[in-house]
C-alpha cells in the first residue's frame, strides 16, 4: 500500500496564544481539501489552546519533545501522558537543534522514541548529518548510527515517522537538492529495512526537513522515497497550507 504523504509544521519557539490561534483559523479553510496527513508541533504551553483551535479540522497536533519517564521529579519536562490529556497525536524528538543546544544524545532519542510510541503518540524521529559530517563524507555513518542506537528495542517501526532533516538546510534557506535528499532518505530507507526487514521498511513514512518551502516543496515531494516533510520557517505563515497543497 502506498504511504499517505505527511506534512507537518515545527513552530519552534514561536508563536503566542494569539497568533497561532490565528494562524490556525486562517489556515484551516486552506487545508480542508488537502490529501495528505497535517499536523502541527507547537509549543508545550501553547498546546491546550492550540487543541483547542485545531479542532474540526484536518490538522492534529504535535509536541516537540517528551521526557523519557512516566513521571516523577524532572523538573521543567513534560511526560506522555500530558501530551495525551490534549489529543496531541505526534511528537517530534531528537531535533538537531536539542541534540545541538540541550544534550540531546542518540540515547536520550531512544528513551523517548519508546516512550511516546508505548504511550500511542507517534514520534517524528529526526535524524540528519552537520556540513562537517557531510564534507568528510561520513552522511551515512552518522545516518547509520543515530538509526541503530535511536530505534534500539521499537518492536513496530512502521508506528513511527522519520524525518532527514541535514543540519546545514535548516534556517538557512538552503535546501538539499531533490536528488540529494531522495539518495539520502533512500539510504535511510535501506538501513531500515536491514534493521526491521524490507516490508516494514517500505511501510515507514520519511519526511524531509530543512528549509523546505512553498517553492521547492513540489520536486521534493515528487521523489519516490520523499513521504511527507517537516516545516519550520514557512509553518509560521499561510506558506504552510500551500506546502500541504502541494499536488494542486
Ligand atoms: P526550516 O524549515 O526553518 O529550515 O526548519 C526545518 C526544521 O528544522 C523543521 O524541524
Known sequence: ?????FIAGNWK???TV??????????KPLVKEAKCDIALCVPAILIPAMAKAVKGSKIKLGAQNVHFAENGAYTGEISAEMLKDYGVKYVIIGHSERRQYFGETDETVNKRTLTALKNGITPIVCVGETLSERENDETEKVLSRQLEIGLK?????????IAYEPVWAIGTGKTATDEQAQETIKFIRKKLGKLFGVKNANKVKIQYGGSMN??????????PDIDGGLIGGASLKLDFATIVNYDK
Open 18 to 27: 494569539e497568533s497561532g490561534k490565528q494562524l490556525i483559523a486562517e489556515l
Open 1 to 5: 500500500m502506498a504511504r499517505k504523504p
Open 153 to 161: 528495542d521499537v518492536e513496530d517501526v512502521t508506528k513511527l515517522v
Open 214 to 223: 512553498a517553492k521547492n516543496c513540489k520536486g521534493l515531494m515528487a521523489q
Open 13 to 15: 519557539m514561536n508563536m
